[in-house]
Structures are given as structure tokens and as C-alpha cells.
């Protein structure tokens, strides 16, 4: 009966515990920022959004691959994959106000976005969100198309990579927690009585 009651204790300490961390979930609605940055991304690089910085390969989540001499595309690499959203302004588009619940949202594949002379849409402004290969999602502003000779036709940009939402449970959860706790306390007293 002791150990029962040990056990008791120790499931009702965890319970609680439990509880506490997922009050602390639902109130943070907030995606932790991965990593954040402006940058130059030159012809033919790979670039890592978790880590934001240019790649060797395995972290690297695109490739700004050259086609011709005025035709680039900004290619998925590995098991990332893109999404072009839009431009800004255009449709009430605004760069900051995207979340991490809107960039999951999106649909991506693993098609590459076209920057160059043929169906442009890497154009200064433009937004595109990257899935990393680590799972996390980036939202990524066109600071300039790489048509700028001085920076070695690279393509600029700002971002910033963000962990994916953690579920938030809904207040029925809490009303089955708390049942459930009571029906083990109820028990628990008529076992040892």
C-alpha cells in the first residue's frame, strides 16, 4: 500500500508539473527566432537558413544556381523546399506581419523560383519562405535582384528562420487533466481508507 501511495504522489507531482508546462505552452504563442540576418547570396552558392550562413552542402537549404548570363533560379537543396509568396504591398503583404502559422500555411515544393530574365519574380520586395532542412521555416525579403554587377550578381536578401508552432492544447485538455487527477485522488482515498 506504501509503495501505491508513493507512486501516487509521484504520478500526481508529474501530472502537475506537466500541467505547468503546458499553461507555459499555451500562453507563448510566440515562435523562437533560429536565426535572422541580411546578406549577399553569390552565383552558384548554397545557403543555410537555420544557421545563416553560406554552405558547403549538408545544411544548406538553396542553391542560387546560374542558368545563362542573365538567368538565375533559386533552387530547393537537399529536403528543403520554397514558396513564393508575394510581393510587398501588393494584396496587403507585409514582411513583418507574417508569422510562423502563416509560413506553415503555405504549400512548398521542391520547384525552384525563378531570378532572372525569364518570369522574374526574385525582384526587390518580392517575399518567398523557405522549409529548412531542419524543419523550421523562414520568411525571406528580396533586398535586390542580382542584376547589381558590384555585388558580384548576387542575390540580396533579408531573413529571418523561426521554429515551427508547438501545438496549443485546447481547454477541454486542461478539463480532462484535471478530471482525471480528481478520479485518481478519489480512488486513491477509498483503496487506503
Do not use: C
Not at 7 to 27: F, I, P, R
Not at 37 to 46: A, E, R
Not at 74 to 79: D, E, F
Request: hydrophobic content about 45%; glycine content about 10%.
Amino acid at each position: 500500500m506504501k509503495l501505491f501511495k508513493h507512486s501516487y504522489k509521484q504520478g500526481v507531482a508529474a501530472a502537475l508539473l506537466s500541467l505547468a508546462m503546458v499553461g507555459g505552452v499555451a500562453t507563448s504563442a510566440q515562435a523562437a527566432t533560429v536565426s535572422e540576418g541580411v546578406t549577399v547570396i553569390p552565383g552558384t552558392y548554397l545557403f543555410d537558413f537555420d544557421a545563416g550562413s553560406l554552405s558547403a552542402g549538408p545544411g544548406a537549404d538553396v542553391w542560387w544556381e546560374q542558368i545563362t548570363a542573365t538567368s538565375r533560379v533559386l533552387m530547393p537543396y537537399s529536403t528543403a523546399q520554397l514558396a513564393y509568396v508575394g510581393q510587398v504591398g501588393v494584396a496587403g503583404l507585409s514582411f513583418n506581419a507574417l508569422t510562423v502559422s502563416d509560413l506553415e500555411a503555405l504549400t512548398y515544393t521542391s520547384t525552384g523560383i525563378s531570378g532572372g530574365d525569364v518570369g522574374n519574380l526574385l525582384t526587390a520586395n518580392s517575399v518567398f519562405a523557405v522549409k529548412t532542412n531542419e524543419g523550421n521555416y523562414g520568411k525571406v525579403l528580396v533586398t535586390f535582384p542580382f542584376f547589381q554587377a558590384y555585388q558580384n550578381n548576387g542575390l540580396g536578401v533579408y531573413w529571418v528562420t523561426m521554429a515551427p508552432t508547438i501545438p496549443v492544447p485546447e481547454a477541454d485538455t486542461y478539463s480532462m487533466l484535471l478530471a482525471g487527477l480528481g478520479l485518481m485522488a478519489t480512488v486513491i482515498r477509498r483503496r487506503s481508507a
